[in-house]
């Protein structure tokens, strides 16, 4: 029976927390202090109690990662790239719906172990992990992707703005007359 708990309540904990809620944000307390408690509830055995506080945690992560959500999206809008807005809502009813499949999947390994089933569970449960896994990899691809980027632009930027401090040289030259900066 723990097991089954400890199951669930990594699997939700593995969802992801996103930054926007930083550490004086009461709903992330509120998740701290749900965690405990499912963690003591689980740990002394109260699994209902521990089952509602892992539901109630779920409840509270979807919750901020709809905050997260709304403030991804609103700033591309704000930037007037509604094209990367378009992407990002797109990527977020995938990830809802995904986490829908995983609760779903979740709820099954529950009751395949309360059946007995331990073996079909436990082949959901590497199912799981793997995707996990191949979601974490697909993150950091992403992630390393946008780093790229990023960092094109930034030298991009910096031999413009070379190209234009030595035009400014040239310039200052040709007023002074002599071709080159002048020396004091």
Do not use: W, Y
């Amino acid at each position: 029976m723990k097991t089954i708990l400890l199951i669930a309540f990594c699997s939700v904990a593995t969802l992801p927390i996103p930054v926007l809620g930083q550490e004086g944000d009461p709903l992330r307390g509120k998740i701290t202090e749900l965690e405990q408690r499912a963690r003591a509830a689980g740990d002394q055995g109260r699994v209902e109690e521990s089952r509602e506080l892992t539901g109630q945690l779920h409840r509270l992560r979807e919750e901020m990662n709809v905050r997260e959500a709304r403030h991804r999206i609103e700033e591309p809008h704000k930037a007037g790239k509604q094209g990367e807005a378009a992407q990002i809502e797109h990527r977020i009813e995938e990830a809802r719906g995904d986490a829908e499949r995983r609760q779903h999947a979740l709820e099954a390994i529950q009751h395949l172990h309360l059946a007995g089933l331990h073996e079909p569970a436990g082949r959901i449960e590497q199912m799981l992990r793997a995707q996990d896994q191949e979601q974490m990899e697909q993150a950091m691809r992403e992630m390393q992707e946008q780093t790229q980027r990023a960092l094109r632009e930034t030298h991009e930027q910096i031999a413009k703005m070379t190209r234009t401090i030595e035009e400014l040289r040239e310039q200052v030259g040709k007023l002074r007359g002599d071709g080159g900066p002048r020396k004091q």
